[in-house]
RNA sequence: UCCUCAGUAGCUCAAUGGCAGAGCAUCCGGCUGUUAACCGGAGGGUUGUAGGUUCGAGUCCUACCUGAGGAGCCA
């Protein structure tokens, strides 16, 4: 049974409306009735269902049909029609079938299964049409990060996996043996070398790989999660806010713009994203405290702000919100004090509307060397392993700012997922190693 | 680290302390438009582990193991 026709990709199954096309995939699902199979094709760019009827192929075709199990992989060829039925609008139907790969007794079927079960045959749930769908979006969101800095004449100037010490001394760090007696640590942020990077090249950004070894178990954390970090010379906390919010709407807009079938697919409130334009709302913590309280969650000022908050106070706003000023005390040691108002440090939140809280921290960083010296030993931070950054602040420091955006915060927020684990290939967590 | 919940067929789940069950999946048969198709039939069990209470434990008690959700911390 030769195939004819071209070989083409469902995604582009529209273009070739009429044609004979050769689609080469994975049976996904498989109907029958008699006298015709209806056969759900996948190959990786999209779904479509192919028509079998015992008229169009020759007898043993047919019955050949009828046991393909799932996940078999298979060549198929045959013509491309518009039909309403269609969820994707289009149907193949089938006039030669190849069998390429056997597949018997896949674990993954189109019944429910519990998280673990999933969990454990990660590298099989990513073939699914939801899980598909997430990575493809996740794939747009890294591009559209990539453009928008590509673009803005930031150089990309990637931080190290290796770290000798800790960014921010007060989450945990997964160690590692460096050669034969030294100790290394995995890296928490790129940060402290993006500042470098930055007196260097002006405007940079780091992209890459963190980890956190916080004993976490909650559906907002990853112990391996991408983070993309800008960094900017002279730039003070307006900048950095104005900044994130341009990326965020970015993001946003390109998802929209290139991955409206994956939405679909995921059954996305997309209404909820066309709001995500600028200008957002930008509050101070002393403002979101107030909300909160009036909002009868009693909340005392001093303190961070817990998911429970995040969440109150996102839903107070239908966009993204900017929460800056938060006491200097709850945050990390390199941020700038308010001028006038040492108290409360020039940083940002941002945090994502319905419920997905944090996908942004940043900050304007010291720029004093002496405010940091006495920072780094009031947060009982090694001195010596701060040197080389102190040197940031001895030889031309400037005003300088930047933040961290999680990738997977980010994509589960676009996605409507209910956990930061489908937003990641192959997720990191506390009791997660395999595959 | 702490709190809460859950482990029964390949999967998802039932079963007043009293015969171990269903749906799906698999296999066989039927059906010309199915969308988690449908209809009929068959096979499929060391109830997470170790003890204990009881005439009798999937069910009650103790310890442990594994997982989930949350807190703290963070993106």
Known sequence: MAHEGTIAYIEDIARHEGERVVIRGWLHARRSSGRIHFLTIRDGSGFIQAVMSKAAVDEPSFLRADHLTQETALIVSGTVRADGRAPGGFELDVAALEVVGESADYPITPKEHGVDYLMDRRHLWIRSERQSAVLRVRAEVVSAVRAFFDDRGFVLADAPIFTPAACEGTTTLFPVRYFDDATAYLTQSGQLYNEANAMALGRVYCFGPTFRAEKSKTRRHLSEFWMVEPEVAYATLDD??????????????????????????????????????????????????????????????????GAPDETLLASAFERPVAVTHYPSAVKAFYMEPAPGRPEVALCVDVLAPEGYGEIIGGSQRIADYDLLVRRIQEHGLPPEAFQWYLDLRRYGSVPHGGFGMGIERVVAWICGLDHLREAIPYPRTLNRLYP
């Open 240 to 305: 950095i806010v104005e900044l994130a919010e341009d990326l965020v709407v970015s993001v946003v807009a390109r998802v929209l713009e290139r991955r409206q079938p994956e939405l679909r697919r995921l059954e996305r409130d997309t209404s909820k994203l066309e709001l995500v334009r600028k200008p957002f709302p930008r509050i101070t913590y002393d403002e979101a405290v107030a909300i909160l309280n009036g909002k009868g969650q009693r909340f005392e000022w001093g303190g961070d702000f």
